[in-house]
């Protein structure tokens, strides 16, 4: 880092309730943060369903016998969610 400033030096001015706190604001400030679901990790695992396949689109067909929109199939799988420290943490 610049001025030989490193990040342990960063890392213990921040406190851990002004980092909650500006996690918090950044989230109710971003669309893209907010649109997400919130998971709660009380274990350091936690399982989601995850899309497994992708789904495919097709052209609805011009003949009379033809004009019904073809649909795909997906499927879910459990993917697992890992929480661990950061570097340096």
């Known amino acids: 880092m610049a001025n030989g400033v490193t990040r342990a030096d960063i890392e ?3 406190e ?3 980092n909650y706190m500006l996690l918090e604001r950044a989230t109710a400030a ?3 943060l907010s649109a997400f679901t919130k998971v709660d990790m009380g274990a350091k ?6 899309l497994a396949t992708r789904p495919n689109a097709k052209w609805v ?3 009379e016998g033809d004009r ?4 795909s199939k997906f499927t879910f799988e459990n993917k697992g ?3 661990v420290e950061g570097v340096g943490g």
Do not use: C, M, R, W
């Open 12 to 14: 213990a001015a921040i």
């Open 16 to 18: 851990e309730d002004y």
């Open 30 to 32: 971003s669309t893209a």
């Open 45 to 50: 695992v936690q399982n989601l369903p995850a």
């Open 61 to 63: 067909g011009e003949a």
């Open 68 to 71: 019904t929109k073809p649909t």
């Open 81 to 83: 969610l890992f929480a």
